[in-house]
């Protein structure tokens, strides 16, 4: 199975999509904010990374940036898994190098469409 990085500020939120994820089979790696996971991205190479967007040091915006703009690290998908549900935040999301948009509070269901599709067979 596929090795997912989860990058979020919040312990519960962290617990809750860590269960998810190893529900399906996956592996976890966590960082607990945008300049950690932008780190572990660059070290680790994960199959997929689930980040958040309001943190501190670094958000998930400017992580989502810099981890798409790296030779090394831009083949790694990025889903922005937040509360900011505007289609101003989507576009925006997006347009830094995010292939899909997840909002919280996050459905199980919709979460594992996104790694299906997102995740090589």
Do not use: F
């Given at each position: 199975?596929?090795?997912?990085?989860?990058?979020?500020?919040?312990p519960s939120q962290?617990?809750?999509i860590k269960r998810i994820v190893e529900k399906l089979g996956h592996?976890?790696?966590?960082?607990e904010?945008?300049?950690?996971?932008?780190?572990?991205?660059k070290q680790e190479k994960p199959s997929l990374i689930l980040m958040?967007?309001?943190m501190p040091n670094l958000n998930g915006f400017q992580a989502t940036r810099t981890i798409s703009k790296d030779?090394?690290?831009a083949h790694i998908p990025i889903v922005l898994v937040t509360t900011k549900?505007?289609?101003t935040d989507k576009v925006w999301g997006m347009r830094q190098g995010a292939k899909a948009y997840v909002t919280k509070p996050i459905k199980e269901e919709e979460l594992m469409?996104?790694?299906?599709?997102?995740?090589?067979?």
């Open positions: 199975m596929a090795r997912i990085l989860i990058v979020d500020d919040s962290l617990l809750g592996e976890t790696l966590t960082a904010d945008g300049a950690a996971g932008v780190a572990v991205a958040d967007v309001v030779p090394e690290t549900d505007q289609d469409a996104v790694l299906k599709e997102l995740l090589p067979a």
